[in-house]
C-alpha cells in the first residue's frame, strides 16, 4: 500500500471471508490496520464517525443484511466528496453482470471476484495490495 | 334510402300512364262523335232528300193517273153526248154530267199536284180551257134534243169537237210525256238518295266497327297492362315482405344483441339475443329511451350524446366498436362491446347498435392476467433462485474450501497423511461443486441476461476459441470456411461453439485427433456442425447428453459439469434452432445444429428463464 498509515475498511458480514483477508493480509506482510464494519451502514458508521481514522481504501461485499454494497455506494455517492474520495475496490462473489455494472456506475476503482480457493484469493489480495502499492491516492 | 326512393318514382309511372290511357279515351271518343255526328248529319240529308223526291214521284205518278182519269171521264162524257143524241135518253144527260165532274175533279188534282211545276201548269191551263171549249161544244146550244138534232150532230162531227178532242189528247199526251219524264228522273234521284243513304250508313258501320275494335285492342291492352302491374306489384310487394321476414329472422336470431333506436334515442327494435343479454323482453323496452340499459354515468350522457352528434355531426362510438357498459333489467352492471351504425331512412335517423356481453371474455382476460403475473412471479422466482445459489450457496462453500486450506496449512504437523488426503479431496470437492454452481449461473444466464446482437465473423471468433483451448499437438483441427457471419450475442455465440468443440478435445481417445467444423446456410437457417474422430455416444444416451448435469464419464476422471450440451442446446433453441448428435461409437460424433437468422425481432422477445 502507498499509504500504510491509515486503516483500509473491509465492509464483509461472512466471518470467515473476513478471516480470509486477515489472513491473507498477514500472509502478504500488508501492515494496514484493517478495520471492518458488517454491513452497509455500520461502514457509513465508521465513516462518519470523527473520532475514527479515515480508511485509505474500502473492500466492499455486494450481498450483505441491512445494507447492501450497491446501496452503500449509492449513499456515498450522494455524500460528500470526502467520502466520495475514498477508493472503492468490491470484493465480492456476485459475477453478475448487473451488479458490475451498477457498481461502475457508482464509480468504484475495482471490482474483485472472490475466489472459492483460499490460494487463489491471496493472488487476488496480493494483486489488489500490489496495484495500490504503485498506484497514487488522495491524503 | 335507395330501396324506399324506387317504389316513389315507379307510383308515377301508373299516374301518367292512366293519365294518357283517359286522354287517348277522350280523344277517341270525341272523334267518334264529332264522326258520328257529320255521319248523322249526311244520312240525315240523304234520307229527308230520299222522302222530298219520293213524295214527288208519288205525286208524279198520281199526276200520270189524273190524265188518264181525265182522258177516260172525257171519252165517256163523249159517248154519253154521242148516245143522248142519238137516243135521245136524259139518263145519258145525267151519265155525262157525272163524267164530266169527274173531269173536273182530275183537273182540281192536278191543279194541286203540278202546283210547284210552272211548266206543267201553263200546259194544265191550256188544257183546262180547251176541255172547257171542247165540253161548252156540246152545252153553247140550249141542250133539247128536239130543237136541232142534225145542228149538234153537225159541230160534233164537223164542228170544232173533233178538233178539240184531238188537242185534249195531244195536251195530255204532252203532259204525261212531261210528267213520266219527271217520274223517270224522280226515280234516278230516289235511287241517287238511297245509295247515298246506304254508302253513309255502310261507312257509319265501318267506322263504328273500327273504332269499336281499336277501342276493344284499347282497353284490352290497358287491362292486361294493368293486371301485370298489379302483378308486379303484388310479387313486388311479396318481395318486400320475404325480405323484411328474412331481416326479422336474421336479426332475430343473431347471436349478438341488436337494437335500434331513433333520434331520440327511443329504442324501435330488441332482437332476442339481447332479450337474452338484458333480460328484459321486447315489449317491455320498444318505446322506452335506450338509457334504460345503461348504467348511471352513461345514462344521463346518452341523450346529449346523441342530440350533440344529430347537430353537429361529431360521432364518438359511431362507426367504430368500443367497450362499455350495460345494465341488465335486474340491475346488474356487465361489460359490453358495442358497435353503432347509422341509418337514415326517409330522412330519419336511426341507430343501430351491435352489442355482446363480454363478462365471460374480461373473465379470461382477468384469469390470463393472473395467469402473466404468477408466470412473471415464479419467473422472477427462478432468476432470483440463480442469484441466490450465485451468492448464498458460494459464500458458505468458499468457507469450506478456505477453512479446510488453513487446517492443511496451520494444522499440517498434526495431520497424518491420511488427514491431509481428505482434506485435499475436500478441496477438490468444493472446486468441483463451484464449478457446478458456476455451470448453473451460466446456463441460467441464457436468455435472461441479454447483450446487444451484433455481426459476429465465426471464422475469427473459432479462432479465438482454439487460441484459448489450445489443443495438444495430437489434434487437428480443420475449419470448411468460410463460415457465415450472422448477427447474435457474441458471448453466447462463443459459449456454443467453445463447449462443442471443447468436449471434442477433452473427450478425444484417439493418437490422431480430428475435429472438423462446418457451416453454410440453406433456407434462411445456418447448418452447423462440428464432428470429431473420438468415442462417440451410444444411441440410447443421444437425448440424455443434452440434459442438465448429465455426463458418460466418472467426474474424476474428466473434469465435466455436465452443463456444457445442456448449455448449447438453450442458445440453439433460443436462436430457433435445433441441435441434434449422429455418433457411431468408437468411431466419433458429429454435433449438428441450426440457427435461424431472420426472425431476430421476433427472438428478442422471447424470454426465458434457467
Known sequence: MKITSRPILLVEDDDVDSMAVHRAFKALHITNRLE???NGEKALAYLHDDTKERPCLVLLDIN??????????????????????IPVVVLTTSAEQQDKIESFDLGVAGYMKKPVDYQQFIETVRTIDRYWTVSEMPE | MNERAEPVGRSWGPIMNRWRVESQILFAFTLALVVLAIVGALVYRAMSGFIDTSKAAAASRQALAAFDGIDSSLNQATAHERSYLILGDNGDLAARQAAVTRVNAYLAELDRLLSNDPQQNARLRILRRTVADRLLVFEQPPSGRLRSFSAIRQRLTRGPGRTLMRQIRNQVGQMERAEMARLTQRRAAIDRHLHETLATLALLLLFSAASLSLLYVGIRREIHERLQAEAALKRHAELLRESEQR??????????????????????????????????????????NVSVL????????????????????KARIIGMGRETEGRRKDGRIFPIELSVSEIRIAGKHLFTGVLRDISRRRQRDQELANTMQELQSSNEELKNFAYIVSHDLKAPLRAIGSLADWLRADYTDRLD????EYLRLLAGRV?????????????SRVGRVRETRVSVDLDEMIHEILDLLSPPPHIRVEIEGPLPVLTAEPTRMRQLFQNLISNAIKYMDKPEGLIRISGHAANGEL????????????????EKIFQLFQTLAPRDRIEGTGVGLALAKKIVELYGGRIWIESTPGQGSSFFFTLRQASSTRLSNTEGAL
Open chain 1, 36 to 38: 471492518r464494519a458488517e
Open chain 2, 294 to 313: 345503461m348504467p348511471d354515468p352513461y345514462h344521463e350522457q346518452h341523450d346529449s350524446y346523441i342530440s350533440n352528434y344529430l347537430h353537429t355531426g
Open chain 1, 64 to 85: 450483505m443484511p441491512v445494507m447492501g454494497g450497491i446501496e452503500f455506494l449509492r449513499v456515498v455517492k450522494d455524500g460528500n466528496h470526502n467520502l466520495r474520495r
Open chain 2, 247 to 288: 331481416m326479422h329472422a336474421i336479426v332475430d336470431t343473431a347471436a349478438e344483441a341488436i337494437i335500434v333506436i331513433d333520434g331520440n334515442g327511443i329504442i324501435d327494435r330488441f332482437n332476442a339475443a339481447a332479450e337474452r343479454t338484458f333480460g328484459y323482453s321486447a315489449t317491455e323496452v320498444i318505446g322506452k
Open chain 2, 527 to 542: 447448418h452447423f456442425s462440428v464432428s470429431d474422430n473420438g468415442p462417440g455416444v451410444e444411441p440410447r444416451h443421444h
Open chain 2, 431 to 443: 472446486r468441483r461443486m463451484d464449478q457446478l454452481i458456476e455451470g448453473i449461473l451460466e446456463y
Open chain 2, 417 to 420: 497423511s491420511e488427514g491431509k
